[in-house]
């Protein structure tokens, strides 16, 4: 491969990373809530957790002592990887057979793609999940080419730590299966390679899968929690019109001459299992019923780079040759007028008049009620004010409450804004409800004094002696219910905690 045609690549990967490191040292508004709960799993390693595999938290655990944990430390990889994300799809649109205008085209689409944009914002393991996705239809592009077994057992590691990092990376093997059965490539696994690579895969998934086990299936029961009651608006319309939407609206016949050019075009071929990378994910989403859209966005990196390979051999008139720059430069111009809508670039009020200009109302999947932040943004606000507020509480306490006192919340993210923020406050660690903090129990404590924020009084007072409110913290910007919280303190629990727990369990 010569430099001129890696160089577009190259430079609009650098570009991206430049454009979210400047987010993140100039704006950014604060966490993400799963940022927070991510770093207080961090300081708890497993070999899994209630709500995900463990891959992205120890890679967490990894950098958090080199990197520290200012807001740009966390989101330092975001971005890399978002960047790698885009030199990867230009380096499969090569492996298509693309020149220039293509890698532009694949690349811009890749950057600029709003869901990309989401998960190069904060730390998670959705972006991982892209990165996995898009670098394994390389791997792939040049097994079909060259079958080396060296190539499938790579694939296979690659495979393996993207089940660690997302169980939806089964999707990803379901598809590279069926696109080689379902194609003239299934000669290929008349070998052992393709075997030995799958076998590499479920390996490095096993201790996931043996810790569920030794834990009664906590993943298994948070998955169907969250699509019958968190995503249970979501409806198979939803999941297909949202496609339309979250790779900017622009790109959807960039994406779709991508699928095409891969089910049909003869040049395509040698390429066909890889439109099955979509088409199989895709039906498991629809049959899903309750599916997110953005639960298929890690495959769109694959039909950008085929979509550009489509465009640009589209053997146009001379005088019709003008539509394929202008098309990238739509491309371009519609993705950074929606960029702000997907990374926290404009101060929060200029934000907000930008996407009433632009008409955009607040969204959420999760069917909550939302003020003038879609919930993405609104979960950035909030959480060191709520830390404040109840180590306010914490330190009024007499010194006989405050050496058995436990602090309480019913969702991991206020739980682990106690944790992170309150670390220097003086709080002491959380307890919670929420998936892993319900699973790591009450740590001890008696309920002989339990600070409880966002409680309801009058609940709490059928199971405490005295239940005493203690103030309310609010929040501008933040979620509606996650503002107005009441903190209140609650003396002598009249079932032990230990005993109460088990009852107390959300795994959503």
């Given at each position: 491969?010569?430099?001129s045609?890696f160089?577009p690549?190259a430079?609009?990967a650098v570009?991206?990373?430049a454009?979210h490191?400047?987010?993140n040292?100039?704006a950014g508004?604060g966490?993400?809530?799963?940022?927070?709960?991510?770093?207080?799993?961090s300081?708890?390693p497993?070999?899994?957790?209630?709500?995900?595999?463990p891959?992205s938290i120890?890679i967490?655990?990894?950098?958090r002592p080199i990197?520290g944990?200012?807001l740009?430390?966390?989101?330092l990889?975001?971005?890399l990887?978002h960047?790698?994300?885009?030199?990867?799809?230009?380096?499969?649109?090569?492996e298509?057979?693309a020149?220039?205008?293509?890698?532009v085209?694949?690349?811009?689409?890749?950057?600029?793609?709003p869901?990309f944009l989401v998960?190069?914002?904060?730390?998670?393991?959705?972006?991982?999940e892209?990165?996995v996705w898009t670098t394994?239809?390389?791997?792939m592009a040049?097994?079909?080419?060259?079958?080396?077994?060296?190539?499938?057992l790579?694939?296979g590691?690659?495979?393996?730590f993207?089940?660690e990092?997302?169980?939806s990376?089964?999707?990803l093997?379901?598809?590279?299966?069926?696109?080689?059965l379902?194609?003239?490539h299934?000669?290929?696994?008349?070998?052992i390679?393709?075997?030995a690579?799958?076998?590499?895969a479920?390996?490095?998934f096993?201790p996931f899968v043996?810790?569920?086990?030794?834990?009664?299936?906590?993943?298994?029961?948070?998955?169907?929690n969250?699509?019958?009651l968190k995503?249970s608006s979501?409806t198979p319309?939803?999941?297909?019109?949202?496609q339309l939407i979250?790779?900017?609206?622009?790109?959807?016949?960039?994406?779709l001459?991508?699928?095409f050019?891969?089910?049909f075009a003869?040049?395509?071929?040698?390429f066909r299992?890889?439109a099955f990378?979509?088409?199989?994910?895709?039906?498991?989403?629809?049959v899903?019923?309750?599916s997110k859209p953005?639960?298929?966005a890690a495959?769109?990196?694959?039909?950008f780079?085929?979509g550009?390979?489509?465009v640009?051999?589209?053997?146009?008139p001379?005088?019709?040759?003008?539509?394929?720059?202008?098309y990238?430069?739509?491309?371009l111009?519609?993705?950074?007028?929606?960029s702000?809508?997907?990374l926290p670039v404009?101060p929060v009020?200029s934000y907000?008049?930008?996407?009433?200009?632009?008409?955009?109302?607040?969204?959420?999947a999760?069917?909550?009620?939302?003020a003038?932040?879609?919930?993405f943004y609104?979960?950035m606000?909030?959480?060191?004010?709520?830390?404040?507020?109840?180590?306010?509480?914490?330190r009024?306490?007499?010194?006989?409450d405050?050496?058995?006192?436990?602090?309480?919340a019913?969702?991991?993210?206020r739980c682990?804004a106690?944790?992170v923020f309150?670390r220097?406050l003086g709080l002491?660690p959380?307890i919670g409800?929420?998936?892993?903090?319900w699973?790591?129990?009450?740590?001890?404590h008696?309920?002989?004094?339990v600070?409880v924020?966002?409680?309801?009084?009058a609940?709490?007072?059928t199971?405490?002696?005295?239940v005493?409110?203690?103030?309310v913290?609010?929040c501008?910007?933040?979620m509606?219910?996650?503002?107005s919280l009441?903190?209140?303190?609650?003396?002598t629990v009249?079932t032990?905690?230990?005993?109460?727990?088990p009852?107390?369990?959300?795994?959503?």
């Open positions: 491969m010569r430099w045609d160089a690549a430079i609009i570009l991206t990373l454009l490191l400047h987010t040292l100039w508004y966490f993400f809530r799963d940022e927070l709960y991510y770093m207080v799993c300081d708890n497993a070999f899994g957790y209630v709500d995900q595999p891959l120890l967490l655990t990894g950098l990197l944990d200012s740009f430390a966390i989101r990889l975001p971005a990887l960047a790698l994300t885009v030199l990867m799809t230009g380096l499969l649109a090569l298509f057979g020149r220039r205008l293509a890698v085209l694949a690349t811009v689409a890749a950057a600029l793609s869901i998960a190069g914002t904060f730390y998670s393991m959705n972006v991982i892209v990165v394994a239809a390389w791997m040049r097994i079909l080419r060259v079958p080396r077994p060296r190539r499938w790579l694939l590691l690659l495979l393996g993207g089940l990092n997302k169980i990376s089964g999707w093997l379901a598809g590279l299966f069926f696109g080689l379902l194609t003239q299934r000669r290929l696994l008349r070998s390679w393709p075997w690579a799958g076998g590499v479920i390996i490095l096993a043996i810790w569920n086990a030794l834990n009664n299936w906590p993943h298994l029961e948070f998955m169907r969250a699509a019958g995503y979501q319309l939803t999941f297909l019109v949202g979250i790779n900017n609206p622009i790109a959807v016949p960039l994406w001459a991508g699928l050019w891969l089910l003869k040049r395509a071929a040698l299992p890889l990378v979509y088409l199989i994910p895709l039906l498991i989403l629809i899903n019923w309750h953005e639960y298929l495959s769109y990196g694959i039909l780079a085929a550009a390979v489509a640009e051999s589209w053997n146009l001379r005088v019709w040759n003008w539509l394929k720059p202008v990238l430069t739509a491309i111009a519609t993705g950074l007028m929606l702000p809508l997907a404009l009020e907000i008049r930008y996407a009433n200009a632009l008409g955009m109302q607040p969204m959420t999760e069917g909550k009620r939302l003038q932040l879609p919930q609104a979960d606000f909030g959480w060191e004010e709520k830390a404040r507020a109840v180590a306010s509480v914490f009024a306490l007499p010194d006989s405050k050496v058995d006192c436990a602090v309480i019913e969702n991991y993210g682990a106690m944790d309150g220097r002491p959380a409800l929420h998936n892993n903090y699973l790591w129990g009450p740590r001890g008696t309920g002989r004094t600070i924020l966002g409680g309801n009084q609940d709490l007072e199971r405490f002696e005295r005493e409110s203690a103030g913290v609010t501008q910007y933040c509606p219910y996650e503002d009441a903190i209140l303190v609650c003396h009249k032990p905690l230990a005993e109460l727990w009852r107390l369990k959300h795994y959503e």
